[in-house]
């Protein structure tokens, strides 16, 4: 590992046991245990921090994670590569005692480069989650600017728990290699997409993959597709509105 994946490492670990702390002293007998996890770790070990503060989870059994496996960086060809996760939230409404939503609405995810700048044109994606617990996909969209070469990139995909407060929302991050074809025999981002658009065709390896993650029970189920608000640029949005403000045209004889 070298010293920026060491230094993001140390971040992301300050933030997991800051994290850590406030979802002790903030709901204690609620929730499973914390699952504190270090990047570079065994398949399966890509798991979130645990802390869930005020989100509900459907599968309370199983922690967000990334599929993904131990490389360090994990490579691609891709310019717009695939990425999976287990989702153990949905935007199901819930109702908790004290009659509040529980219910957990969207998701976000953050692309950065090896200088801590975000190379998304909005600085995160925003992806409402499917309404049920799952596996679920995001695809880079090919609007976004596209992975470089021989570059390496820091992703970070979080649950929204509390839009004001990072520390109470689970995430999972690591770092994606773009290498060019035939470069690398490992090409884990690629393969993975593969056997899951295969998966069909290829039930046995799809569920021998997911066993690694403890998901063998969703080799049958559908894969829920993450698709991005649509955010508009400033210049869009002035535009948008200078249209809607034109006066209505009438046609024909008047």
């Known amino acids: ?3 920026k994946h060491l230094f993001f490492h140390q971040k992301l670990l300050s933030c997991t046991l800051i994290a850590l702390f406030l979802s002790i002293i903030g709901c204690p007998f609620n929730l499973p245990p914390a699952q504190a996890r270090p990047l570079g770790s065994p398949p399966g070990a890509n798991k979130s921090n645990g802390v869930r503060g005020g989100c509900f989870a459907v599968d309370r059994e199983r922690a967000l994670m990334a599929l993904v496996d131990e490389s360090d960086p994990a490579l691609t060809t891709q310019a717009n590569p695939t ?7 949905s935007r199901a409404s819930v109702s ?9 609405t969207v998701a976000e995810f953050e692309l950065l480069d090896e200088n801590e700048n975000s190379v998304l044109k909005h600085q995160k994606l925003i992806l409402p989650l499917p309404d049920k617990a799952g596996i679920i996909k995001l695809k880079l969209p090919n609007t976004e600017t596209r992975l470089e070469p021989d570059k390496e990139y820091f992703w970070i995909f979080r649950i929204i728990c509390d839009p004001n407060d990072n520390t109470a929302n689970p995430s999972v991050a ?5 290498v060019r074809p035939g470069s690398s025999v490992n090409v884990w981002f690629d393969r993975l997409d593969r056997l899951a ?5 290829s039930i046995e390896d799809w569920t021998n993959l997911l066993a690694k993650f403890n998901l063998q029970d969703f080799s049958q189920a559908s894969i829920l597709e993450l698709k991005p608000e649509v955010k508009l640029t400033t210049t869009e949005q002035d535009e948008l509105n200078s249209y809607n403000q034109l006066p209505t045209r009438t046609y024909g004889a008047q």
């Open 1 to 3: 590992m070298n010293h």
């Open 83 to 89: 990425f999976l996760f287990y989702s153990p939230f």
């Open 96 to 104: 908790s005692q004290d009659g509040q939503d529980d219910s957990v």
């Open 174 to 178: 690591g770092w994606i290699k773009r």
């Open 197 to 201: 658009q295969s998966r069909t065709n």
